[in-house]
């Protein structure tokens, strides 16, 4: 097999698994509740709680930090004690679920964090992080 064609095999092998590796924290947790979010609507529960675990590299915390969901539905994630202060924001998450209200936990450095989802005929709607 010749090096350009195993380039293009790794290329594609990167691209098809997502890429995870060169994301941010709030993009992997957002993903996380993007196919939590899939599978509670193709089910017949209700409610769904999942644990995400966090990563601190790359582009995540190292310490402690904060999850915020705002009222809009956006989500950040906070490093505390980082110079210069660090944060990670996306709204990929509001593909798949509604955010009806402000949230916003602190976690430890490496904590996990568990999200609860709730359906409402079709929409899903996240109801808690804790």
Same mark, same amino acid.
């Given at each position: 097999? !010749?090096?350009?064609?195993?380039?293009?095999? /790794?290329?594609?092998?990167?691209?098809?698994?997502?890429?995870? *590796?060169?994301?941010?924290?709030?993009?992997?947790?957002?993903?996380?509740?993007?196919?939590?979010?899939?599978?509670?609507?193709?089910?017949?529960?209700?409610?769904?709680?999942?644990?995400?675990?966090?990563?601190?590299? +790359?582009?995540?915390?190292?310490?402690?930090? %904060?999850?915020? *969901? $705002?009222?809009?539905?956006?989500?950040?994630?906070?490093? $505390?004690?980082?110079?210069?202060?660090?944060?990670?924001? !996306?709204?990929?998450?509001?593909?798949?679920?509604?955010? +009806?209200? %402000?949230?916003?936990?602190?976690?430890?450095?490496?904590? +996990?964090?568990?999200?609860? /989802?709730?359906? %409402?005929?079709?929409?899903?709607? /996240?109801?808690?992080?804790?």
């Amino acid at each position: 097999m !010749t090096s350009r064609i195993r380039r293009a095999i /790794l290329a594609a092998s990167l691209v098809v698994s997502g890429c995870s *590796f060169m994301t941010d924290a709030a993009t992997r947790l957002a993903y996380d509740i993007v196919r939590n979010a899939h599978t509670l609507k193709s089910s017949a529960d209700t409610d769904r709680t999942f644990v995400h675990h966090p990563s601190s590299s +790359p582009s995540g915390c190292s310490g402690t930090y %904060q999850v915020t *969901f $705002d009222s809009g539905g956006g989500l950040s994630i906070s490093c $505390d004690k980082s110079y210069p202060e660090v944060s990670y924001s !996306t709204t990929y998450h509001r593909n798949a679920v509604t955010v +009806p209200a %402000q949230l916003s936990i602190r976690k430890n450095a490496g904590e +996990p964090l568990n999200v609860t /989802l709730h359906k %409402q005929g079709d929409t899903i709607v /996240l109801t808690r992080i804790f």
